[in-house]
């Protein structure tokens, strides 16, 4: 029980990190965040901010203990803008060293989820 405690929380921990990180640069719009998303990718300004807080919340909700179905969600919809933001990458036509980074976080995410399921058999 003890190592899938500790092993959930530094996964955790490493990827709740990536995604406050990356959430920063967007809430506050910096021109490279604004250059990367709206000129590269092509999506919309309003999209910045609004990308940058729900990466926040998420990684919050995945850090704070309780509210199992807050976390699911919260899962869900970090997988979904890292494989989101892996597909405009590659839609836009950037070269595999673009765009295969992201597979690191995206299993960081797989192993926080499934040490989260674990830790959560095991204290049953």
Avoid: C, N, Q
């Avoid at 959930?8 to 995604?19: E, K």
């Avoid at 999506?43 to 699911?72: M, N």
């Avoid at 899962?75 to 060293?97: Q, R, T």
């Amino acid at each position: 029980m003890k190592k899938i405690k500790i092993t959930y929380w530094i996964v955790t921990g490493l990827f709740a990190a990536f995604m406050i990180f990356s959430a920063i640069p967007d809430m506050m719009s910096t021109p490279e965040a604004v250059a990367i998303v709206t000129t590269h990718l092509g999506y919309p300004v309003y999209f910045i901010p609004f990308i940058g807080v729900a990466k926040l919340l998420g990684a919050v909700a995945i850090l704070i203990p309780g509210f199992p179905r807050i976390k699911e969600w919260a899962y869900a919809g970090l997988a979904f803008d890292l494989i989101g933001a892996a597909y405009s990458s590659i839609k836009v036509g950037d070269p595999v060293s673009g765009w295969s980074f992201m597979f690191l976080p995206l299993i960081f995410l797989a192993a926080s989820y499934i040490f989260y399921h674990k830790k959560l058999a095991a204290a049953i």
